[in-house]
């Protein structure tokens, strides 16, 4: 058995913990009681929180989709898929006839005004600030991840600390359901206290990097059923995942990422091998080129 396996927490302790018990209400919302419940899980839901931006980035997502699809034919194969303007394809699911579908949409607060108004929210920058301190920055420009209908890729257990694990605290995670979501759409499952384990190693998977399956199956993780607008935020070191979409329409959910100021990523990768070669080096090189947007306190000069 696995270091990782015997210092988890265990499946009975996960299943044992409802999505309830990692939530508050947007229209109750207190900033100092919703990070006690985010330092003590590494995850927490506000119901309704980003409610008032679904809609416009909903039909960003949709068009942005459709001209996608319409580009397609210009795509660049890469080692993780097929990329056009910020858009990635990966091979279809298996029996479905496709032979490929759309997994991240190319939008982006340098394309969407709604969804740059989603991300410097005041409610949630100030709960990022409660978490991280008072000088906190976008770690990026957002990310819309999409499953297809009718078999959608599912995003096996994994912790985003292997994408770009950073030297501190890393990026608070805002994930919005786009639409209402439930288990036979994709839900996100999460696996609470495992943040507390800090890094773990990843294998490739059909998604990119994950957990060895065998030892991480979705069933050890809690499932949140959600409505469009509620938001769900999780540690760099949160194991989390969702299962394939098995309905009949697309199932979007849009990411912000939030972190210190002065935080930077140590090793950042997209599959095992690439995150091997991937040292830190290069990866602080990378962030010492770019300013992010500030969304709560400044900047220092020096």
Avoid at 16 to 40: C, G, N, P
Wanted: proline share 5%; net charge neutral; hydrophobic share 40%.
């Amino acid at each position: 058995m696995s270091t990782a396996i015997a210092t988890a927490p265990s499946s009975s302790t996960s299943r044992s913990l409802r999505a309830d018990d990692l939530s508050v209400e947007s229209d109750r919302f207190d900033a100092v009681k919703a990070a006690s419940i985010y330092r003590q899980h590494g995850c927490l839901v506000v119901r309704g929180l980003h409610r008032a931006y679904v809609a416009e980035i909903a039909a960003d997502v949709a068009q942005a989709t459709e001209e996608s699809w319409a580009g397609i034919g210009q795509s660049r194969k890469s080692e993780e898929g097929w990329w056009l303007h910020g858009s990635l394809f990966i091979p279809g699911p298996p029996n479905s006839g496709r032979d490929r579908q759309l997994m991240l949409v190319g939008l982006s607060y340098r394309r969407s005004a709604a969804m740059l108004r989603s991300a410097i929210d005041e409610r949630t920058c100030g709960l990022a600030a409660e978490v991280l301190g008072p000088n906190v920055e976008l770690m990026d420009d957002g990310q819309v991840v999409q499953k297809e209908p009718v078999g959608g890729h599912a995003k096996w257990l994994h912790q985003d600390s292997a994408y770009f694990q950073h030297r501190d605290q890393g990026p608070f995670a805002c994930l919005i359901y786009l639409v209402d979501t439930n288990l036979t759409n994709g839900a996100l499952h999460v696996v609470p206290g495992s943040h507390q384990l800090g890094y773990l190693p990843h294998v490739d998977t059909s998604s990119h990097l994950g957990l060895p399956p065998a030892e991480w199956p979705m069933e050890r993780g809690t499932p949140i059923i959600g409505k469009a607008g509620d938001a769900i935020f999780f540690h760099q070191h949160m194991v989390h995942g969702s299962p394939a979409n098995h309905s009949q329409a697309v199932r979007p959910v849009c990411i912000h990422r939030y972190r210190a100021i002065g935080d930077t990523i140590i090793a950042h990768a997209t599959t095992a091998a690439n995150r091997a070669h991937n040292g830190a080096e290069s990866a602080e090189k990378r962030e010492r080129e770019v300013n992010r947007l500030v969304v709560h306190g400044r900047r220092p000069l020096v």
